[in-house]
Structure formats: structure tokens, C-alpha cells
């Protein structure tokens, strides 16, 4: 009886062009919760956990809203407030009530934002990121009146 010997096929790396396996690109792996970037990606809000991708999901099915960015704000009592950056469509007219109204008809009430702040544009990295830390920084010291 011949055995016959079968050879997995290699994944190959989109990210390196096929030059690396898969198993050793640093692209293909998932992001450990050491990064600060994908330890950020939800905001602590009382003992629960809101994962921004889901506020953003909602928040982006709204006819008025366009682009946005989700972070947390410190807050006394609950540790950090769920807070919204969101740029309106042109020729609408939208409100921060309304919107936060949306969001409470589709999510949980501790995963719905506390306050949303209208801008023209949302800053963006070189790597066509929004960069949700100087959002942060700029609306918490407007928060604390400086």
C-alpha cells in the first residue's frame, strides 16, 4: 500500500506581496489588547463595555450623518461618557437630540451617546485613519472650560 504524503497549501500575505507566509505576517494576526490603538476601540461606561463600531453602525444608518468618530469623554459618575463627532450631510439639517434619539431606538441605553459634537471634517492620519486621541483631548478640555 503506497502512502501518499499531502502538502498544505501556504496562505500567502497579501500585505508583503507573497513573499512571507502568512503564519509570520504581522498583518494577518489579530491585534493584541497591548496595542494602545486596539485596546481603545471601546470605551468603559459605568461596568459595561460600548465597542464604537457598533455606536458607529447606527450612528452611520442616519440619513443626516456622514462620517463619524466615537469616544469616551471622562465622566464622574460613570467613568466615561459615550461621545460622538459626526459630520452632517450636506443639505440637511440635523440635531444632536435626533440623532441620540436614533441611537436609543437601536441600541441599549449605556451604548447610546451622551453628547455629539457637529464638525466640518474629522481629522485624519496619513494611513486615512481618523484620529479619535486629539478628538479626545480637544472635547475634554472644552469639557473642563479649557
Do not use: Q
Amino acid at each position: 500500500m503506497a502512502t501518499t504524503r499531502t502538502t498544505r497549501p501556504t496562505a500567502v500575505c497579501a500585505a508583503t506581496a507573497g513573499s512571507i507566509p502568512a503564519t509570520s505576517c504581522s498583518a494577518t494576526r489579530p491585534a493584541t489588547t497591548s496595542s494602545p490603538t486596539a485596546r481603545r476601540t471601546w470605551i468603559k461606561t459605568g461596568r459595561e463595555n460600548v465597542y464604537c463600531r457598533e455606536v458607529e453602525s447606527v450612528l452611520g444608518a442616519h440619513a443626516g450623518a456622514m462620517p463619524c468618530a466615537e469616544f469616551g469623554l471622562p465622566n464622574e459618575h460613570w467613568g466615561e461618557a459615550v461621545t460622538a463627532t459626526v459630520i452632517a450631510r450636506p443639505g440637511t439639517m440635523v440635531t444632536e437630540a435626533e440623532l441620540i434619539e436614533f441611537c436609543r431606538g437601536r441600541l441599549p441605553g449605556f451604548k447610546a451617546p451622551k453628547r455629539i459634537h457637529f464638525r466640518s471634517s474629522l481629522p485624519i492620519s496619513v494611513a486615512n485613519k481618523i484620529l479619535k486621541r486629539g478628538l479626545k483631548t480637544e472635547y475634554a478640555d472644552e469639557a473642563k472650560g479649557g
